[in-house]
């Protein structure tokens, strides 16, 4: 027992202790939330088993960003062979038995598993991508800015976007896209693409308008304008949700109580309209900031090493959680439409928590073996 306690010690000193203390208050505060809504019974799908699932999640994302931290993130870039190939099986087999989500959407993006469980594999694949584009921009950083090169990193962005789209996830394609450009930008791509970049994508809105974008997804964006008009069809989530948010006024209803608004998904993409209805405004500011200083935190680590390598994982990561953020946030809101993005750590859902903690495990790599800790020693 002392041996266990001298080795949690000293983990402790090596590793960013108030990163530790943002996820795992986030995750703590998760189990609350999820416990509260199994408790008022206003979701029959969601009851005991959706916590035990999320503290096993939890616990186990919680063990692999430790497992994660302690293995130097050079080598898991150096290791690309081992774990993209993996990946990218599980990613294809979802073409083949791939299942869905609920009823009623698109996308084939998860992979049953027994006991009644199953796994996402694009969350996966996002913490691959991560360290795999930034062991290729480092690789790149004398030409980066080579047209050739250029051409090449852009594949590499492409590859995994378009195949998670071709999986019918647009909102996770979307957030592949979020994480390419952010790393690109970190990197030192000259504005010499990235003006032409955002010009072009300007130019294509309107082909990707009419022959890219379902009507589906057309809809749910004109629906935002228009929300009284669709509250009974593609609008019944948000509207629903924002009736939650706004009932629990300043200070809330409480978790733990049985008279609670009905909103589909409330445990997961729109968990954070439960924690307007049962904690009000303030509930919802303490969460808000709690995220943003985590983001600022994954800022500060980007920014404190002077290894390119690792402050490209710490900017991907960073892109990964401040973007699922602002879109959940804003879909729950009504200001943006639905897309199926969760919560970081708070939103239900293994694989997400998972990639999450992984994601942050990245991050503590950098803090422990970047070579700023190097010189301290």
């Not at 250029?150 to 492409?158: E, P, S, T």
Request: aromatic letters at 12%.
């Amino acid at each position: 027992m002392k041996k266990l306690f001298k080795i949690i010690l000293t983990y402790i000193k090596q590793t960013d202790i108030y990163l530790w203390f943002l996820c795992l208050g986030l995750s703590a505060f998760s189990l609350l939330l999820i416990s509260g809504i199994a408790y008022s019974g206003v979701m029959p799908e969601v009851g005991l088993r959706k916590v035990l699932v999320q503290c096993a999640a939890s616990g186990l994302g919680a063990l692999t960003a430790v497992f994660m931290s302690k293995i130097d993130y050079h080598t898991m870039g150096r290791l690309w062979k081992i774990h993209v190939p993996a990946v990218y099986f599980l990613v294809l087999l979802t073409f083949i038995i791939g299942t869905q989500r609920m009823e009623g959407v698109d996308d084939k993006a998860w992979l049953s598993l027994p006991f009644g469980l199953s796994i996402q594999p694009a969350e996966l694949l996002k913490i691959s991508f991560i360290i795999t584009f930034a062991y290729h921009l480092f690789r790149s950083r004398e030409r980066l800015n080579a047209p050739q090169n250029v051409l090449l990193l852009c594949i590499h962005g492409a590859i995994p976007t378009l195949l998670v789209h071709l999986q019918g996830d647009d909102g996770t394609a979307l957030v592949f896209a979020i994480i390419f450009v952010c790393m690109m930008f970190a990197a030192g791509l000259s504005w010499k693409y990235i003006v032409p970049a955002f010009l072009a994508l300007g130019a294509a809105l309107p082909l990707v308008w009419t022959q890219v974008m379902s009507n589906d997804q057309k809809m749910r964006i004109l629906a935002l304008f228009q929300p009284d008009k669709y509250r009974q069809g593609i609008m019944y989530q948000q509207y629903n949700a924002k009736l939650a948010i706004g009932s629990g006024k300043v200070w809330g209803k409480g978790i733990f109580t049985p008279d609670h608004k009905y909103v589909p998904e409330m445990h997961n993409d729109f968990i954070f309209s439960f924690i307007g209805e049962s904690l009000g405004f303030v509930g919802c500011l303490a969460v808000v900031v709690v995220i943003i200083l985590l983001c600022i935190k994954l800022l500060l680590c980007a920014g404190e090493t002077q290894d390119l390598q690792g402050k490209l994982i710490c900017v991907g990561v960073f892109a990964m959680i401040a973007f699922q953020s602002i879109i959940n946030i804003g879909m729950c809101l009504s200001l943006l439409p639905v897309i199926g993005i969760t919560l970081p750590f708070l939103s239900s859902g293994g694989t997400s928590v998972l990639a999450s903690y992984m994601g942050i495990g990245l991050v503590l790599s950098v803090y422990m073996h970047g070579d700023k800790n190097l010189f301290s020693q």
